[in-house]
């Protein structure tokens, strides 16, 4: 499944949110430099659920990568030139899941609480929608306790919570939860929040 530019008709685009505004658009290669510098600027826990270290060059080099060649969807939201949030989504490379979709979020510090959040899962969604998923899937630590509330608040569940199933640099061992929610039933979801543009 390629997942190129699919939705990329609705970007790039101004969002506006509480008290100011981001301009949401998909990755590019070009994108190196200031993804290290949002990358290194968040807190380490942060990046605990990632599967990479995005910290490091060679790391974000491959993922852009990844995305130019179309394996999966990058969405960046930047402000004042520099990246504010991204989101990834990242088809299953199971032959048994094809339909499974991982969702992948992350939001500077002081753009936490704007709103932000919710908007990057609403596009993620669009996108998944267009790439016909059935099915995504995020990941995170149980006191990540704002993420939870912003993917409740998107209709995600809880599915299940791996333990001990992440180490931090300092060797702690944390809990990792799994949330999931069905694609089509995000339709009436994006349709309540007003973008109605994402479902055609």
Excluded: C
């Excluded at 100011?20 to 290669?29: D, N, P, Y």
């Excluded at 596009?123 to 912003?150: N, W, Y």
């Amino acid at each position: 499944m390629s997942v190129g530019h699919e939705r990329a008709e609705r970007l790039p685009r101004e969002q506006a949110l509480a008290d100011k505004s981001v301009v949401l658009r998909l990755m590019t290669q070009s994108d190196q430099e200031p993804m290290l510098r949002f990358a290194s600027a968040l807190p380490d826990h942060d990046l605990l659920f990632l599967m990479r270290d995005i910290t490091q060059p060679a790391v974000i080099r491959k993922w852009l990568d990844e995305v130019e060649a179309g394996r999966m969807m990058g969405l960046v939201a930047e402000s004042a030139n520099r990246f504010t949030g991204t989101a990834t989504v990242i088809p299953s490379n199971e032959p048994w899941s094809p339909h499974v979709g991982e969702l992948r979020v992350l939001v500077s510090v002081d753009m936490r609480g704007t709103g932000l959040g919710t908007v990057l899962v609403q596009e993620a969604f669009s996108a998944a929608l267009g790439l016909g998923m059935e099915r995504i899937v995020v990941r995170m630590t149980p006191d990540q306790k704002g993420a939870i509330a912003v993917f409740e608040g998107l209709g995600f569940r809880p599915e299940g919570v791996l333990r001990d199933h992440v180490k931090d640099m300092r060797g702690k061992k944390h809990d990792l939860l799994v949330m999931g929610h069905d694609v089509q039933g995000f339709q009436g979801v994006l349709g309540a929040y007003g973008v109605t543009d994402a479902l055609s």
